[in-house]
């Protein structure tokens, strides 16, 4: 039983991981007042380009690098439609996904002739496990042995990286300048326009943070969670994110807690697949696949209180002419 | 000393598209004085301050600060050289602390830990030399408007102003917390800081300035010392011709209740009573004025009277027809069917749809009346017709009726409403801010309109924001405070006395 339920939970930080990268993503950027719909779409870029760069190049690194510079890019079409010239946030996002979609399986099909997919993965064209120090040493200590080498231990780089964003975007946001101001933007960009800070700088700024994290967390689908991009291999996980990050209220550990539950929904799912429940029978795979999906809907509509958005998000700041 | 200039203008010019917005402005201030900037809305007072808190460019001219020629090529070359702003509508990020608002844009380093301990020093000394107290930790969107104002100020002087530029700083306050702020300017004054204070008040100009300039029509038209001029010249030079401040009527002579609402309760959608058992009666010809600080119940019961919002409890008389408010789901066609129009207190929100030609604004919730088509089509040529007659009645101008509504003037887009609304010829009139952004020759207008519709027997029940307004046109007023009536006075009644009911200073003390 305690092993069933450390490895559901193992798996639920390998699932939670890319839906906590997109939604601390997303964090940046609505905080700033440019809400992002199109953080699917720009993991799902982000995960071709990377798959991609790393197959040809065999490293996992210049695979996260390829995997970034695309978010970034997309993002920076976003802030291009959304700030510079004052566009709906919606259809910019909504844009940048179907972009996405058609264009990572023209382009992969047009390039590797695989039928949308990138050539696998492996060896160093691919983000190995790490295990931490006396891992295997403590394996067998009862409890403590089975938490640490099992679900602290061995997962790889970008895990690591998702979880320590989260304390690191709390930092950012509430214990520096960038923060502060990133904060304001979203709540009132007449504020820090008449502060003397430019309210389009920080908004860039702001999506830009937002294009790299998505760009990791692309990059983890398709060069370290999977050996390979495969045609449309994001499934909503972008949505989910923006879910996760509603129902968290735009605040980065309440985020981390979203989406450790979607991505344990998400493992219990996998997990329940094929099983007898007591007193139920087999249940169907899609009614337990719909479960995060069910959640969100019954949570946002009302289980979590009032999700108040930031006051600026959704529209471009145009100075008044009063 | 007194003859060094802090500010110094010259031939200012600003156009938008084919608007002269400033002219040829020319302006000195001395330092360590309390300078009045007076002008009616749209006479470009704002665009002024504008250029010289680097919003916009002027076209030409030449600024001048404690003697040196500057550009201004944005707000933060505004701070730099001393330059505070405390605009009409407040700068603040409402869910953040004062202190966080206060920092933010001088944060003094990328991390906040070190600038947020000297700002809160900093803090405390701004608020033991200038009266200035406010909890730096206090939730900026919980303080009262009077407060939130206080944290604009410090804002500028934690910058390090010298010169502060105050933008219609009263039109939120009570006249205790305007009193307040005066002797706030008062003390910066004798700190030697400089205060420009655009108004369009000009009670206050008289309260608290040293020197008053007057803008009419984008340019400046005169300068006067405070102690040598007067309301009435003032006045004159504003409008460029002598104007009534005060209304002229006759006594009233009410008849019969046109209007009773009995036992009121309103709850909002936060689950806040925001009226409490208001009971009241508006007797035709005569005008009824509910004054109090705005948020205090005064629109919700105007909303709730007119069948937009929905209340708990409370009956509401209109010429005869007995409407129980709480029984069912009203809707304000159907009480504006029993004799009730409504000149709602925003018009960009509830009166008009600016994106409308004004000829559809002039029937709008009265389209369904056989005068304005028949089943599901228009009569346009009829509603242009009704649409011109308003046009000519109420001295709307341009006076085109196929115009985007947005076009016209605020004063000529209240005209609007107002044509639409009283022209159907109610026994009722609600009627929320009739002046609000309004220019003083409108007002004049509105005033004498609203006097004449109850001098033709008609009740008005009139909600302002604007003491002077509610004075000045009321028979009887009515003072609301948190959701409750809580006294009727004689409109005659001293300013003070209602200033202090209006803050919700008990009954007896008022007396």
Sequence with gaps: MFDTLILILDSTVRLSTPLLLAALAGLYSERSGVFDIGLEGKMLGAAFAAGAAAAVTGSAWIGLGAGIAVSIALALVHGFACITNRGNQIVSGVAINFL?????????????????????????????????????????????????????????????????????????????????????????????????????????RAVICTGILCGIAGAYLSVAQSAGFIKDMTAGKGFIALAALIFAKWKPVPVMFACLLFGFLDAVAIRLQGQQVPGIGEVPVQAIQALPYILTVVLLAGFIGRAVPPKAGGTAYVKERS | MSEQLAIELEGIDKRFGAVQANKDINLKVKKGSIHGIVGENGAGKSTLMSILYGFYHADGGEIRIDGKTVTIASSQAAIALGIGMVHQHFMLVENFTVLENVILGAEGGARLSKGIGRARAELKRLAADYDLKVDPDAITGDLPVGLQQRVEILKALFRGADILILDEPTGVL??????????????????????????????????????????????????????????????????????????????????????????????????????????????????????????????????????????????????????????????????????????????????????????????????????????????????????????????????????????????????????????????????????????????????????????????????????????????????????????????????????????????????
């Design chain 1, 100 to 204: 996405a979609i058609g264009l990572t399986a023209l382009l992969g099909q047009d390039w590797f002739r695989q039928g949308g997919r990138t050539p696998p993965v492996t060896g160093d064209a691919r983000f190995e496990t790490l295990v931490l120090p006396f891992a295997d040493a403590l394996r067998e200590v009862p409890v403590i042995g089975g938490i640490y080498s099992e679900l602290l231990s061995g997962h790889n780089i970008l895990v690591y990286i998702a979880f320590l964003a989260v304390p690191f975007t709390w930092w950012v946001l509430f214990r520096t300048r960038f923060g502060l101001r990133l904060r304001a933007v979203g709540e009132n960009p007449a504020a820090v326009d008449t502060a003397g800070i430019s309210v389009t700088w920080l908004r860039y």
């Design chain 2, 174 to 511: 009570t006249p205790p917390e305007a009193d307040h702020l005066f002797r706030i300017l008062r003390v910066l004054r004798d700190e030697g800081k400089t205060v420009l204070l655009i108004t369009h008040k000009l009670r206050e100009i008289m309260a608290v300035t040293d020197e008053v300039s007057v803008m009419r029509r984008g340019e400046m038209v005169a300068t006067r010392e405070t102690s040598k001029t007067s309301m009435g010249e003032l006045a004159e030079l504003m409008v460029g011709r002598r104007v009534l401040l005060d209304v002229e009527k006759t006594p009233a002579q009410p008849g019969a209740p046109f209007l009773s609402v009995e036992g009121l309760n309103v709850r909002d959608a936060r689950g806040v009573d925001v009226v409490k058992d208001v009971s009241f009666e508006v007797r035709a010809g005569e005008i009824v004025g509910i004054a109090g600080v705005s948020g205090n119940g005064q629109s919700e019961l105007l909303e709730a009277i007119a069948g937009i919002r929905p209340a708990r409890s409370g009956v509401v008389t209109i010429d005869g027809t007995r409407i129980d408010l709480a029984a069912a789901r009203r809707d304000p066609a159907e009480i504006r069917s029993y004799g009730l129009a409504h000149v709602p207190e925003d018009r960009h929100r509830m009166g008009l749809v600016t994106r409308f030609h004004e000829y559809e604004n002039a029937i709008l919730g009265y389209h369904r009346d056989p005068a304005c088509g028949r089943g599901a089509f228009l009569d346009l040529d009829a509603i242009r017709a009704t649409a011109r007659a308003g046009i000519e009645k109420y001295d709307i101008r341009p006076p085109d009726c196929a115009l985007k509504t947005a076009n016209f003037s605020g004063g000529n887009q209240q005209k609007i409403v107002l044509a639409r609304e009283i022209e159907r010829d109610p026994a009722v009139l609600l009627v929320g801010q009739p002046t609000r952004g309004v220019d003083i020759g409108a007002i004049e207008f509105i005033h004498k309109r609203l006097v004449a519709l109850r001098d033709a027997g008609k009740a008005v029940l009139l909600v302002s924001v604007e003491l002077d307004e509610v004075r000045a046109l009321a028979d009887r007023v009515l003072v609301m405070f948190d959701g409750r009536v809580v006294g009727e006075r004689a409109p005659e009644t001293a300013e003070s006395e209602l200033g202090l009911l209006m803050a919700g200073a008990t009954q007896e003390a008022a007396e």
